[in-house]
């Protein structure tokens, strides 16, 4: 069975533009999460979709945001991009739809650079 | 909110050395998992493990939910398990669960 799958890996923007991450669940996984890690604030969530619903946000600004298909993959987007958004995006997928009460599996992540 | 903390911060070993990660939280937890980071980003599953012992080769975990801590041992280290190490409580926030992660210990295993 295939892993989670992240795409692209790797990305560099400029400040103010905006940049869509894309993640694929493992198959018959129905929810995903997102996490953000950065060497100052470590790993941190994002959030988290099921069936197509937000069921749970991070502390994060509205520049943040995501949606999740009816295949289960997830996008998520982010906005007027600021130098403090440079960070490994992960994904995660679990059976749902008690999200992290099942074990979670993680993607490669993707690697955002904003200069 | 909840805090888990990972001690060693930093851990240098010689190959075939054993080590003990430790994995503190501060409130009852729905689950527990840890993860190995590799050198390009990706966390590997190690063990999911609410409670209790498991084993899987060279390392093993144990996790007791009453005193709220995990243990992560590594027998006869080899190079290839240098990396970073996380321990990742579930809590439920919101109305859904999420991972809250602690800070991590960074492994050297040296040959």
């Known amino acids: 069975k295939a892993g989670v799958t992240q795409t692209p890996r790797y990305l560099i923007k400029t400040r103010g533009q905006q940049v869509t991450l894309s993640c694929s669940p493992i198959?018959?996984?129905?929810?995903v999460s997102w996490y953000q890690q950065t060497p100052g604030q470590g790993l941190q969530f994002l959030f988290e979709y099921f069936s197509e619903t937000q069921r749970n946000k991070g502390n994060f600004p509205g520049r943040f945001s995501g949606r999740q298909f009816s295949n289960s993959r997830s996008e998520m987007n982010v906005s007027t991009l600021e130098l403090g958004d440079s960070a490994l995006y992960l994904c995660a997928s679990s059976l749902g739809p008690q999200g992290a009460l099942y074990e979670q599996y993680f993607g490669p992540g993707t690697r955002l650079t904003v200069t | 909110g909840i805090q888990v903390e990972q001690s060693p911060p930093d851990l240098i070993l010689q190959e075939g050395a054993n080590s003990t990660l430790r994995c503190n939280f501060s409130d009852s937890v729905n689950n527990l998992q840890w993860f190995h980071q590799n050198p390009w980003g990706q966390l590997i599953n190690l063990f999911y493990?609410?409670?209790g012992t498991k084993q899987n080769g060279r390392l093993s975990a144990t996790t007791v939910a009453t005193e709220r801590y995990s243990l992560l041992y590594i027998s006869s280290s080899q190079t290839t398990d240098s990396g970073v190490y996380f321990c990742?409580?579930?809590?439920?926030?919101?109305?859904?669960?999420?991972?809250?992660f602690g800070k991590g210990t960074k492994l050297t295993v040296n040959p």
């Open positions: 990742a409580v579930v809590i439920t926030q919101g109305g859904s669960e999420k991972l809250v």
């Open positions: 493990i609410p409670s």
């Open positions: 198959s018959g996984h129905r929810s």
